[in-house]
């Protein structure tokens, strides 16, 4: 057997930090199901031709499964593993679209796989949590103003940094590039998608590229100044306008973004900021997307990220437009943990180590544990009836904070951090409510 | 694009039997952080020279994972999706061994993938939650006497039908095997663990075959004898001693678990059976193995099996002997669906709506739904402002048992299955207990 090692791109926690996922994930979903979305999961599989021309580089990062017993044309249609959790949702929909309830809002928090070369906050293998609503036939354009409200009420129950979300309507760069004559306005979008990373020199010299999409450095110049709009109310409808470029998309997607940002206002002042060079990098997007930065970690770049789909789901006859977002869990906690922002308490969810005075007690401490659990308390037994130096060692290496013991006077419970010890009834003692479950320390604060 | 059709093994919930899957997640997952065990989850793939050589049909059976985008030599070593937790556990042990404090309880609850044939209960994709205690060098035999018990107590809060456990050591057909003067205990091994698919003649036939062990008839026979042997207590023994057959390494088995039941009979009389047919297919299997039947549908086979594993994790300097229990959640809820047993009270966990009467008043509907929420209550907005018989419908078809009203005498909520309506203030109204989430139904217990 080879040595081992990890993989590159695909990360694993150890415990203590798998807690702090744990607690972001149950926050999450408890968030988006007090906001009424429904769970699903999709398989990790999808047909390959259903997988395939999404945009950007995805093809060729696309993780192609097969079973190794398979005879070479035995299997059907290829399959491989999904690579976001919208694709599969639409799939989801028609297949079911005779059994949902339409609008149908769903949450869906799996693993998804890209090929891409791994580097921080970009995994092989990485988590999502996505909600999204879909219609039948119709969407109202409402849902789009709600989505960021629900993702902004689960970011402020979690310990992080502040944030923004970046909202644009892709009708305003698409209704903008035709207004200038531009012809293949999908390649400049994909440009300008990257203009955070690469800065306007660069775009400048792909959009002007022979073998690009060819600009006019005065056309190219129109599209970096549309690009670097943003308000964080209305008024970047002002600034369109003044640059001159007239399309009857530009001033539907004006109209709609305008409509967005006023909503918002009203519920959450501040939390959505128009900004025109938000793009996405997967085609199925045909109206608003949304990116969302962390405050003071904004070149780390989008830990949430989402859009309006029109036409994602179609089955020829029927079709049902969407809009979702997917908070990148394992991206923004990469982040965090990278940052030492963030630690669990303990590495265990026990509260509580039974101690043995001898292994022929391990029947009555295993009582004394039942009776502990039956109010909501993680206890474990020791794993032998070491010296209690010895146990009390165990506990502290775990982060355990009590120890319970057999003595001469009855049971007693030591909190290890104190030393104390005091007299306990294993059927109404309690630990204090904060030492019952692990705990997320954020040590910046604490320091 | 080709049509939308299910893919063979790989199956999907709508949302109503989502509700109870993660009812049952949630219970699992609660009953082992009472009992201790920490979380981890493992990436999807491992090596495949780490998944091959398990056993059975295994190899054969193991998904292979490439990027189409791939070179033919730029990937290094194959990868496949793991087949079980269990292998990529004793992984992760021996990778992060420095970091983790032994004896180290951990859970795991993730999917898994095999490529076997379709049926009901065996699916190509499901989801299994596992427990496992691992040591560092050694581990006491006392936790093979407590995982069926944590087992036991998670079982205990579902509702599904009674269960036995039953549990067997592999030195005890090992040992007599050796005694009988077979040479390839392993297939013998394999092919009793079909007897109660194939039954005993079929497995004589196996037995006695040319080209497999060939035993000698009488062999065969007392083989057979040996399977049949079972009890709820430890005079299993004397049935085995009766067959005369002699060897150390059964004499150790037939101790080890004799202690077993004698220890696991103090706890929870009656829920564990020595059953000297149980193997396991899995070949890391060492000593102590489980599986578990529910009473009324033996013929379905294990939902939870698992056993001790002495060798698994290995890194030529240390061992970290284990032994751990696997639930196998889909195959378990697809039988009790199969049979109508089990479903979720409503499709969605929203408990109210709240109606419009104006799609002017979606900004104070919105408000009210924050200040239901702010008390754990789930709860969306309505789609439109529709006439009211269309907006209850639309709660109605999802089972959403509250809609909320904003009238001339100030807020209402009514119950739309009694058709009660009430005035009710969105700080202090509150649903009955059993309506805030969905709940599982049990359609047997009803009728």
């Not at 259903?50 to 070479?72: H, M």
Request: aromatic letters at 8%; one cysteine or more; a negative charge.
């Amino acid at each position: 057997m080879a040595k081992v090692t990890p993989i590159s791109g695909f990360p694993e926690f150890l415990p203590s930090d798998r807690i702090v996922e744990q607690h972001f994930l149950d926050v999450i979903r408890e968030t988006f199901e007090l906001h009424g979305f429904a769970s699903i999961e999709t398989r990790a599989v999808e047909p390959v031709e259903r997988l395939s021309n999404q945009g950007e580089d995805a093809d060729k990062e696309i993780y192609a499964v097969r079973r190794l017993g398979a005879a070479a044309d035995d299997e059907g249609p290829g399959l491989g593993l999904h690579f976001d959790l919208t694709v599969p949702f639409a799939r989801y929909v028609l297949e079911n679209s005779g059994k949902l309830a339409f609008p149908f809002r769903r949450y869906q928090i799996q693993k998804v796989w890209r090929g891409e070369r791994p580097q921080e906050g970009r995994y092989r293998e990485f988590t999502q949590a996505d909600i999204d609503v879909v219609g039948d036939g119709t969407l109202p354009f409402h849902y789009e103003v709600e989505l960021p409200l629900v993702i902004a009420d689960a970011f402020s129950k979690l310990p992080i940094p502040p944030f923004r979300i970046q909202v644009n309507n892709r009708q305003i760069p698409e209704g903008f590039y035709r207004g200038l004559g531009v012809e293949d306005v999908t390649a400049v979008l994909r440009i300008v998608d990257k203009l955070d990373k690469i800065g306007p020199d660069k775009v400048t010299q792909l959009l002007t590229a022979a073998d690009g999409p060819a600009l006019e450095a005065e056309t190219a110049k129109q599209v970096l100044r549309l690009a670097e709009i943003s308000s964080t109310d209305a008024s970047f409808v002002e600034q369109v306008r003044a640059l001159g470029v007239q399309h009857e998309v530009l001033d539907e997607g004006l109209e709609r973004l305008a409509a967005i940002m006023t909503a918002a206002n009203e519920h959450a002042p501040g939390l959505l900021v128009a900004d025109l060079k938000i793009a996405r990098g997967l085609d199925y997007y045909t109206g608003t997307v949304y990116e969302t930065q962390l405050i003071g970690h904004e070149s780390y770049g989008s830990i949430c990220s989402g859009g309006r789909y029109d036409a994602l789901a179609t089955d020829g006859k029927t079709t049902y437009p969407g809009v979702g977002i997917s908070i990148g869990v394992s991206r923004l906690l990469a982040r965090l943990f990278s940052q030492g922002l963030l630690k669990g308490s303990r590495s265990t969810p026990t509260a509580v180590l039974v101690a043995l005075n001898d292994e022929a007690d391990r029947a009555d401490a295993m009582r004394t544990a039942a009776v502990l659990r039956q109010r909501g308390i993680p206890v474990e037994v020791a794993p032998a009836a070491a010296k209690f130096g010895k146990q009390i060692k165990f506990a502290d290496r775990r982060g355990i904070p009590f120890v319970w013991f057999s003595t001469e006077n009855g049971p007693e419970v030591k909190d290890i951090r104190s030393g104390e010890q005091v007299p306990a009834d294993p059927a109404t003692w309690t630990p204090p409510q904060h030492d019952v479950r692990p705990s997320i320390e954020t040590p910046q604060e604490n320091s």
